[in-house]
């Protein structure tokens, strides 16, 4: 039993040995991902986040957003609109307060403008889709945005996330969805399967891979930012989920 769990924790150890080698590779993959799903469309007036609760940000979309940071003209504003506080547990104007200091530590390049919702938090809620339409189309206003949400799977089949989707959807806009169509082992496979495809020439012209240092980033981003929600299980969540590691769209 002891000998399993050894080979476990040494193959993870070599995986992550030739993680934190791969940075070059993985800047050049995400320089020509970032050509393929934004530059090649011509000038966007911002990025603008649609995400149903507080730590979506960084549980989620961080390895997008840390990339599009990096790349993009500071003079593109970026735009997070939360349609909920998160006030599932009571914990509303914590989770708010979170989420502002969450992003102040995740983007770096640019100020982020944040809008929240008044929709209530809930597996069980669901929304009018015409009100949150209108409630997102009084806040983007700008002619041409880049919207990133969740895709109508929203990752878990929380209906609060498949909201987003729906919504985005009625704006009109250029936008791109979260892909959540994959099967628990992969969404489960850390960087594993992303980063050998990578290594071994398989093409993903539509998944941005966070470096190391880009994921020790957004996890220390969770720790300080988001303490109420960092309770134990979360940890599996960091050190096992795709999304954290990477996004697909």
Not at 48 to 58: N, S, Y
Request: aromatic share 14%; glycine share 6%; proline share 2%.
């Amino acid at each position: 039993m002891f000998g399993s769990f050894f080979a476990v924790i040494k193959l993870y150890l070599v995986l992550l040995a030739v993680y934190c080698g791969s940075y070059k590779h993985l800047e050049t993959h995400n320089s020509k991902v970032y050509e393929y799903l934004v530059g090649s469309h011509g000038n966007y007036t911002s990025v603008t986040l649609i995400i149903a609760h507080p730590d979506d940000e960084v549980m989620f979309f961080a390895p997008t957003l840390l990339q599009l940071d990096a790349r993009m003209a500071q003079s593109v504003p970026f735009r997070v609109v939360c349609l909920t506080d998160g006030d599932a547990d009571g914990l509303g104007e914590v989770r708010r307060r979170e989420l502002h200091k969450a992003l102040r530590l995740l983007v770096l390049e640019r100020d982020v403008e944040i809008q929240m919702g008044g929709f209530k938090d809930g597996m069980d809620e669901e929304w009018k889709m015409e009100v949150v339409r209108e409630e997102l189309a009084q806040v983007v206003t700008d002619r041409r945005p880049l919207v990133l949400t969740f895709d109508e799977r929203g990752v878990s089949g929380h209906r609060n996330h498949i909201a987003c989707a729906h919504a985005a959807a009625k704006l009109g806009h250029h936008t791109l969805h979260l892909d959540s169509g994959h099967n628990l082992i992969r969404k489960y496979s850390f960087f594993f399967v992303d980063l050998f495809r990578l290594l071994f020439g398989y093409p993903m012209p539509t998944v941005f891979l966070s470096t190391f240092s880009q994921y020790l980033h957004s996890l220390v981003t969770m720790l300080v930012a988001h303490k109420s929600q960092m309770v134990w299980f979360r940890w599996g969540w960091w050190t096992a989920s795709r999304y954290v590691y990477a996004n697909e769209f």
